[in-house]
């Protein structure tokens, strides 16, 4: 299995196309949260202000980290 911080940060990588991706197929709703979180983050707002659970954690986290990658 994969660690939480594993699961998130290949979920980032499944978005990293030279021109972008141009569609989002998920079955699980991962990749869906990930974006409409980022998509807040970036609009300046505190996501998840109170993680309440590690997966909340390592999400923010991972936003975290591909902001500052490419802000």
């Given amino acids: 299995g994969q660690s939480l911080e594993e699961h998130w940060d290949y979920l980032d990588k499944s978005f990293m196309f030279a021109d972008g ?3 989002i197929l998920d079955d699980g709703g991962d990749a869906t949260l990930y974006v409409l979180l980022g998509a807040r983050a970036e ?5 998840i ?18 902001m500052k990658a490419s802000p």
């Avoid at 609009?43 to 996501?47: L, V």
């Avoid at 390592?58 to 975290?64: H, N, T």
């Fill in 21 to 23: 991706p141009n569609m």
């Fill in 43 to 47: 609009a300046g707002e505190d996501i």
């Fill in 49 to 66: 202000p109170v993680p309440a659970s590690e997966e909340d954690e390592v999400i923010k986290a991972q936003i975290a980290k591909r």
